[in-house]
């Protein structure tokens, strides 16, 4: 297990490298326009779209500017598209672009069963996910300091990076669960990837048509709401749970499917 969860943390280590910077760089440079932005932040909020509105999940009530501020900013796609393409890549080609490549053979064939094989696995997954989080916040802080954008509450920000962990981690028992089952890591990464953009267009559809809100309950990014965290100061722990039982089911049943199949 330990020479799966080192042989996969390598390969890894340029993208985990490269998307931690690129969450760093996000979050500090998004900062840089609260000057520009911020003083009008409210007024610009309820003269938005309701679409682009809907896309962020905005609110026009924020007790503090910079924190409402920072809760779109980490609502926005290019935010959502670093940390999910880590999860989504490294989720995806676990178990299905090893067997594409056969070096699922090699590593089976030291002493580890087909379950520390999967945890080893995950675990890449998880620490590069904590690890990105933990650079969006870094670059937050950085922000705050070279911009002088006072008045964050990071135990807020702590907060939503909690949900976004969550969330992510749903979508990484999604694509486990397709990895487990295909044996082309092409195939699986576009299933993947394509299963999560409907599940945000689903999201974004319900909140910009209220005659089909419904539907937005079958999102993973329905139970992603940093606006509502800012608001009330604290997590939704029935979104929580929701993300969590979606991530475990799809995780138990990767597990299952992946002990139980022939490998070709």
Known sequence: MKFVFLATLRGSKVSISSLCFASLLFSFVFLATFDAFGDMFFEMIETMPQGFRALVKASGEYASEEMGYLAVGFREPIYLIIILSFVITS??????????????????????????????????????TVLLLCFAMLGTWLGSI???????????????????????????????LMSSVLSEGGKTLALSSGVTVLMFFIEFLSDSLPSIDWIGFISVFHYYEPSIIVNSESLSWVNLSILIIVAFVGLILATIMFKRRDIP
């Open 91 to 128: 989720s995806s080609s676990a178990i299905a672009k090893e067997i594409e490549r056969g070096t699922i053979f090699l590593l089976l064939s030291r002493p580890v069963s087909r379950g520390g094989f999967f945890l080893a696995k995950l675990a890449t997954t998880l620490i590069g």
């Open 146 to 176: 070279v911009f002088g954008v006072n008045d964050i509450d990071y135990d807020l920000v702590f907060k939503i990076q909690i949900n976004v962990f969550f969330m992510a981690l749903a979508v990484a028992g999604i694509a486990y």
